[in-house]
């Protein structure tokens, strides 16, 4: 069983097609494009450099590979050629990812066939930041045919921080 399949139990049956096979489908190359955008805040901006989040940019090339260890999945990513790596791993209903020093409490749902998540809770470098100033995450994921659609989105104090949006489809 998935880590989607465990902590969305019977929602998951709900899911597009594309995205069932997105998470059953373990070790599988996806290939598609994403647009990313970052915040104007100078400090922001440097902050996001030091991190391995994806850099800002139209149309860039992006490869996803899900790959299932011991007790969690890693979620290997490149953009541009970038690696942007994560592991996430089930807490109850919730997921959690760790993404360089920073772990990030997941809540989701299942609507329509398409996956929302949300943050229930930010750490970095394993110490808790208070709510009223943890960034906020949000992602949405849905399927139009074959091809899965995501949309990331990371605020702070109500504003964007990064957000990036794209496709993957299954490689040839």
Request: aromatic share 10%; charged share 15%; proline share 8%.
């Given at each position: 069983m998935s880590l989607y399949q465990s902590?969305?139990?019977?929602?998951?049956?709900?899911?597009?097609?594309?995205?069932?096979?997105?998470?059953?489908?373990?070790?599988?190359?996806?290939?598609?494009?994403?647009?990313?955008?970052?915040?104007?805040?100078?400090?922001?901006?440097?902050?996001?450099?030091?991190?391995?989040?994806?850099?800002?940019?139209?149309?860039?090339?992006?490869?996803f590979r899900l790959v299932p260890m011991r007790g969690y999945e890693c979620w290997e990513r490149h953009f541009a050629g970038r690696r942007a790596p994560s592991r996430q791993w089930a807490d109850g209903a919730h997921i959690i990812e760790l993404f360089g020093?920073?772990?990030?409490?997941?809540?989701?749902?299942?609507?329509n066939g398409e996956l929302a998540q949300w943050s229930r809770g930010v750490q970095l470098f394993g110490i808790p930041i208070p709510a009223a100033c943890a960034p906020t995450i949000n992602a949405r994921q849905w399927a139009v045919g074959p091809v899965q659609h995501f949309?990331?989105?990371?605020?702070?104090?109500?504003?964007?921080?990064?957000?990036?949006?794209g496709h993957l489809q299954p490689s040839a």
């Open positions: 902590v969305l139990g019977d929602a998951f049956a709900n899911l597009a097609p594309a995205l069932q096979a997105f998470y059953l489908q373990p070790g599988m190359l996806w290939q598609g494009v994403a647009d990313v955008y970052w915040t104007p805040n100078p400090l922001l901006r440097t902050l996001l450099r030091l991190t391995p989040l994806p850099r800002e940019g139209q149309r860039i090339a992006l490869s020093p920073g772990r990030i409490r997941l809540a989701q749902t299942v609507v949309d990331v989105h990371m605020r702070l104090f109500g504003r964007t921080v990064l957000r990036y949006a």
